[in-house]
């Protein structure tokens, strides 16, 4: 499992701290107010929810009007793409100088082994066997 950074623990830490205030905050509240039979919700499907009937027949009546405010929303969402991108941006950990310089080193090692083993191959092994395969032929 990746270690966490220090940003995704710190968020982390104060969602636990919101929700621990918000059930508290709940708790006082409920013992505040008389017990009150509240009517029962329907309940959630599987991966929706399922529609009362007032909700069915009110999402069933969208006027133009509506229809014309949904575009603004589109455009909205596009600027708030880059937005995000750059939020996103920041929160990226990225590697400081020194690792950079040691995995840049690494790759370019890797690179002159492997090139050097591809010549060795060809130069050495594949060429003169070629070669010992064609003049059996003549």
């Known amino acids: 499992m990746a270690k ?4 995704q623990r710190a968020k982390a830490s104060a969602a636990r701290a919101a929700r621990k205030e918000a059930r508290i905050a709940a708790e006082q509240e409920q013992e505040s107010q008389p017990a009150v039979v509240a009517a029962e919700e329907p309940k959630k499907g599987f991966f929706r929810r399922k ?5 069915a027949s009110a ?3 969208v006027t133009k009007s509506e229809k014309k405010d ?7 969402k596009k600027k ?3 937005s995000n991108v750059r939020a996103e941006m920041k929160r990226v950990t990225w590697p400081t100088k020194p690792e950079v310089l040691r995995w840049s080193v690494v790759v370019v090692c890797a690179l002159l082994f492997f090139g050097v ?4 191959l060809d130069n050495v092994i ?4 070629l070669v010992g395969i064609a003049g059996l032929g003549a």
């Open 51 to 55: 529609k009362t009937e007032a909700t």
């Open 126 to 129: 594949i060429t003169p066997v």
């Open 70 to 76: 949904e575009a603004p929303a589109k455009k909205k």
């Open 59 to 61: 999402s069933t009546q």
């Open 80 to 82: 708030g793409f880059l």
């Open 4 to 7: 966490k950074s220090k940003t």
């Open 117 to 120: 083993c591809v010549a060795v």
